[in-house]
Nanobody, 125 residues
Framework: QVQLVETGGGLVQAGGSLRLSCAAS????????MGWFRQTPGKEREFVASISVGGGNTYYADSVKGRFTISRDNALNTAYLQMNSLKPEDTAVYYC??????????????????WGQGTQVTVSS
C-alpha cells in the first residue's frame, strides 16, 4: 500500500509559479512510476506529466510542455511538479499518482494504482 500526500497548491497570478510536492509513504517509492494529473469540475481527469522510476525519463502533456517540470527525489520519497508561466486554464485540482511497472509515458488515469487527495491550484488573470 502506498499513501500519497500533495502539498503546495494555492492562488497565483497568471505568469507566476508554483511547486507541488507529493510525499509518499513506504520504502518502495523508487519502484513506482510517478504521474501528475489535474481535474476541473465536470471534466475528466487529465494527464499532466510522468517520470520514470529513476527520474531519467519524463513525459508531458502538450499543454504544459516547456512550462512544467516533473522531478523526483527517491531518497526523500517525494515527487515534484514545478509549474512556471501559469495560465488561468491551468486552474484545477492537481493529483499525484503512482504505478508499478516500467512504462514511464503512461497517460491513462486507469493505469495508476495509487492516488493522493489532490491540491487546488488557482491561477487568476
Amino acid at each position: 500500500q502506498v499513501q500519497l500526500v500533495e502539498t503546495g497548491g494555492g492562488l497565483v497570478q497568471a505568469g507566476g509559479s508554483l511547486r507541488l510536492s507529493c510525499a509518499a509513504s513506504g520504502r518502495t517509492f523508487s519502484m513506482y512510476v510517478m504521474g501528475w494529473f489535474r481535474q476541473t469540475p465536470g471534466k475528466e481527469r487529465e494527464f499532466v506529466a510522468s517520470i520514470s522510476v529513476g527520474g531519467g525519463n519524463t513525459y508531458y502533456a502538450d499543454s504544459v510542455k516547456g512550462r512544467f517540470t516533473i522531478s523526483r527525489d527517491n531518497a526523500l520519497n517525494t515527487a515534484y511538479l514545478q509549474m512556471n508561466s501559469l495560465k488561468p486554464e491551468d486552474t484545477a485540482v492537481y493529483y499525484c499518482a503512482s504505478r508499478r511497472g516500467s512504462s514511464w509515458s503512461e497517460s491513462r488515469p486507469g493505469a495508476y494504482d495509487y492516488w493522493g487527495q489532490g491540491t487546488q491550484v488557482t491561477v487568476s488573470s
